[in-house]
């Protein structure tokens, strides 16, 4: 296969895979809480998988802009989804994180959204769902490593 060839085929399962995860992205966020936009829920997950942050460094995770990140911040500790505690490294900083609720509330979505992908893993056949499962560890990667541009 050529340069050009291969070129193409990356831009083919590029685009491809973009038109999926958009659909799938969609699909998903019919199951769970409503009430959270796409950007609060992100927001959320990233605290839950990286523990307490500064909101410079939950912006910094999420690509936006901090004063954005500020906003998701003060609409979900105002709903007792999130809490402020002190930086340990700088008493004049503060760490937000997950509150109980928010706990909670997350657990909800995810076993929601778990609930109806699994319905929709099931239509599959066992090939099919090998096949899912094969390109899980790629699709991870890609989320972990993508580059920032």
Do not use: C, Y
């Not at 307490?52 to 690509?63: C, F, K, T, V």
């Not at 906003?71 to 999130?82: G, I, K, Q, S, Y």
């Amino acid at each position: 296969m050529s340069v050009q060839e291969t070129l193409s085929s990356s831009s083919t399962t590029a685009a491809r895979l973009r038109r999926v995860l958009v659909r799938l992205t969609r699909t998903l966020r019919h199951h769970g809480d409503a009430r959270l936009t796409a950007s609060q829920m992100s927001a959320l997950a990233t605290l839950e998988d990286f523990g307490p942050l500064r909101i410079s460094a939950l912006a910094a995770h999420e690509a936006m802009d901090p004063s954005v990140a500020t906003r998701v911040v003060a609409t979900l500790e105002a709903d007792d989804l999130l809490q402020r505690e002190h930086d340990p490294l700088d008493k004049r900083a503060s760490l937000i994180d997950l509150s109980p609720h928010g706990r909670d509330v997350l657990a909800d979505v995810w076993r929601e959204r778990n609930r109806g992908l699994s319905a929709r893993l099931e239509l599959l056949s066992p090939e099919e769902r090998r096949a899912i499962e094969a390109a899980l560890p790629a699709l991870e990667k890609i989320t972990r490593d993508a580059p920032t541009a």
